[in-house]
């Protein structure tokens, strides 16, 4: 029983009441009893783009947005990606605790075991027309998803709902990277379990057709491609986590709660936003026009993509390993002269009162995006890398909703603000 509390005083009424307050919060619910009649419907919580409302408890992952601190189940994102792997990674997102060997093996093995995928998924792709964004075609063939497998509707049997996450976490690589494949005209690369999950992905991708026995991924790139997995894996209660926790309220199948977390990514106010961080770096084209894109932003005229967050208030900690990561990538490709522009713009937005006192710092998008490029990424494919990673998370946000006995379909309130009440015009007096 929660020993602290909120004393609220209507003013209306002169009624006082107590509402126990509980990990920080009081129950939006505890206002339902603050009414000035009986037939007053209580008081709600009035909380548009949901900035001060926690929709669940988790005990996933662990943001502190003033200190720049993320941790996935306990443990600092910055240990995670410098000494373990994105499967190891995924394990411990999903159930709680970093496996034992046996345990990550049989983990790597039955996602490998479902990374190929049915032969008339195929077809949709093929579908589609050579610009079709490979997010659209994500989204799409993830919803497709639910008719192929009848059997994931059964939601509340632990093993059907595991089965579902190899299922899944094996399948978008295939999916991502065919659909990179049909939007170049090439025919697919089916998937190499022999690969780890990031060089699997890249086989896909690049492997040549013709010729090319076996793809050997670099080593270095393969590890980056990991390490931007691991960074992706999960991010809390953020606009696509939330449609799927959403979405999966009503209790549909994974693959509708996912498809719907894909749609919600595709943004460019969120994962969207790596992909138009390269367009303002291209638009930008030198260090010296830096300068004029910062005058733009503080006019009001454009964001400066890749920066600020609704959570961070202080750089994101995931922004700080990628800087650095794209050093060692560059090492192995060519340099990215956009690299000296993105610098530049950190610089001076760093030192300029307008993102100092808005406290906006660069993101996770901020860099992500010149790295994707060096590994030989289109644009198009940023968000889509994005949505392969962040499966993992969506997923075990969206197990811990279903064993969570406090919630139920979601359904927010409105506060109405339009006619009532009014007699229908015929067409020949409006
Ligand atoms: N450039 C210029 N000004 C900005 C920016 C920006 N990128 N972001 C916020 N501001 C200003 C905003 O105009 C407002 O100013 P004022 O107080 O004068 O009205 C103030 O900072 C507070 O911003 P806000 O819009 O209230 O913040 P929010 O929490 O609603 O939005 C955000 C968060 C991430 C949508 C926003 O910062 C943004 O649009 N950033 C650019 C897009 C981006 O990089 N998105 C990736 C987010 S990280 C990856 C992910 O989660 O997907």
Known sequence: MPTESLTITDNRTGKTYVVPIDG??????????????????????YDPAFQNTASCRSAITFIDGERGILEYRGYPIDQLAERSSFLEVAYLIVHGELPTQPQLDDWCFQISEHY????????????????A?????LLSTVGALSAFYPDA????????????????????????????????????????????YAGNFMAMLWKRTGGEERYTPNPVLEKALDLLFILHADHEQNCSTSSVRVVGSSQPDPYCAVAAGIGALFGPLHGGANEEV?????????????????KRVKRGEVKLMGFGHRI???YDPRAAIIKQAAHDVFAVTRTNPLLDVAIELERIALSDDYFVSRKLYPNVDFYSGLIYEALGFPVEMFTVLFAVARTVGW????????????????????????????????????
């Open 153 to 196: 509707k059964h939601i509340f049997d632990p093993a059907t709902r595991q089965k579902q996450m190899y299922r899944l976490i094996g399948k978008m690589p295939t999916l991502a990277a065919f659909a990179y494949r049909h939007s170049r005209g090439l025919p697919y690369e089916y998937p190499d379990p022999r690969l780890s």
């Open 133 to 137: 964004h490979p997010m659209g075609m």
């Open 312 to 314: 961070y208030k202080n």
């Open 116 to 131: 190929i995928i049915h032969e008339n998924i195929k077809k949709f792709i093929d579908g589609f027309h050579h610009d």
């Open 24 to 45: 920080g919060t009081v129950k939006a619910m505890d206002l339902r009893q603050i009414r000035t009649s009986e037939d007053d419907f209580g008081l709600m919580a």
């Open 395 to 430: 997923l075990a946000q969206w197990q811990e909703m279903l064993g969570d006995k406090e919630q139920k379909i979601a359904r927010p309130r409105q506060v109405f603000t339009g006619h009532r009440g009014r007699t229908y015009v015929p067409m020949a007096e409006r």
């Open 278 to 294: 390269l367009k303002m770096l291209r638009e930008i084209g030198d260090k010296e026009k830096v300068y004029d894109h910062i």
